[in-house]
């Protein structure tokens, strides 16, 4: 089965969608919670149809992912239209006129203000003003919500699409970690198990314990970072020092997302020369006085992992980049 038919069969519209009739009315803020739920739901299968395009030769992957990317598109767009038809019912019309009039009737729907139009204007009650400033902040919040929503995909598409041209040529190409706040770790595991028999020697969690037992034995190395890159509460009444450790700690024992400072330790814990793809920065190599003479094909083979910044609008996150067929 294609992905395209996966994606008309493999779920049903109502799970995509929610089910906003059975039970009793939902208010503002579930339906708004419920969007955004759906959003990630259609998020979550992208990546899901992704995985399942991965098969077949280097053109019929291609082809396939142009199938999920175009199915995917639609989907979306019938969702937003859904989207836009709840909101409609209270009071929020997007249509072709100013983007100011469309915000406006949605502050009147959240502050429970009628949106139709009347030939005699009345004066406001305190309350109803009251109710329309809470409702501007909410509707503002919402705007901006939905906007990010619905630029998403489109820019994560485009993203992919830069990271592609770039790796195409390397013989490389994207396999898929899971998002959940590990992403950084399961990716050099993947790496490491594919010199390794498929199997690694570290898990993602043993990782973890290696990078924040590393940067506590070099603290003086990455506290100047660490302080830079703004990752302490400045009005707090702890030390620098006990911050750090602190950071370290959540870095060990929680799924706090890894960026350069934990790069930077692992590079040296594991005496790997590590690569950074990106299809909206320049590429970033690290540890490179670990650099085989070979790159990936050298005794001390190259960790290659891929950086994305719009993905499944979670914010960042990394992949693992290898040869084609080992996906």
């Known amino acids: 089965m294609e992905p395209a038919e996966e994606a008309e069969r493999g ?3 109502g799970e995509l969608q929610g089910d906003a009739t059975k039970g009793k009315p939902e208010s503002l803020e579930e339906i708004l919670s419920r969007h955004r739920q759906e959003i990630a ?5 992208e990546m899901n149809l992704k995985k399942a395009a991965a098969k077949g030769s280097k053109a019929e992957q291609k082809a396939k992912k142009k199938q999920v990317e175009d199915e995917i598109s639609r989907l979306l767009s019938q969702l937003k239209a859904k989207h836009s038809e709840e909101l409609a019912l209270l009071g929020y019309k997007n ?3 100013s983007e100011k009039g469309s915000l ?5 729907a959240i502050a429970g203000v009628s949106v139709i139009n009347h030939s005699e204007s009345t004066k406001p009650s305190k309350g109803a003003r009251r109710r329309g400033r809470r409702a501007q902040e909410a509707a503002a919040r919402e705007q901006r919500i939905q906007e990010e ?3 998403i995909i489109s820019d994560r598409l ?5 990271l592609e041209r770039k790796l195409e040529p390397l013989g490389l190409t994207i396999k898929e970690i899971k998002p959940d706040g590990h992403c950084l770790y399961r990716a050099v595991e993947d790496q490491l198990s594919l010199h390794c028999s498929n199997v690694s020697q570290y898990n993602y969690q043993v990782l973890r314990e290696m990078v924040a037992n590393y940067m506590r034995e070099h603290a003086s190395d990455f506290l100047p970072f660490f302080l830079s890159d703004s990752k302490i509460e400045m009005d707090s009444d ?3 020092m006990e911050r750090f450790e602190k950071y370290c700690e959540e870095v060990r024992a929680t799924a706090a997302w890894g960026g350069q400072l934990e790069l930077g330790a692992l590079t040296h814990c594991l005496k ?3 690569v950074i793809y990106s299809g909206s920065f320049p590429d970033v190599e690290m540890g490179k006085e670990y650099k085989s003479d070979n790159g990936s094909n050298g005794s001390n083979p190259s960790i290659l992992l891929s950086y994305h910044r719009h993905a499944y609008g979670l914010g960042e996150h990394y992949n693992s980049v290898v040869p084609y067929g080992k996906r």
């Open 238 to 240: 702890s030390s620098p």
């Open 41 to 45: 739901k259609l998020q979550n299968k």
């Open 158 to 162: 485009i993203e992919n699409e830069s």
């Open 95 to 97: 249509t072709d006129s």
């Open 104 to 108: 406006d009737s949605l502050v009147k």
């Open 11 to 13: 779920v049903p519209q």
């Open 272 to 274: 790997k020369h590590i």
């Open 149 to 151: 929503q619905s630029n």
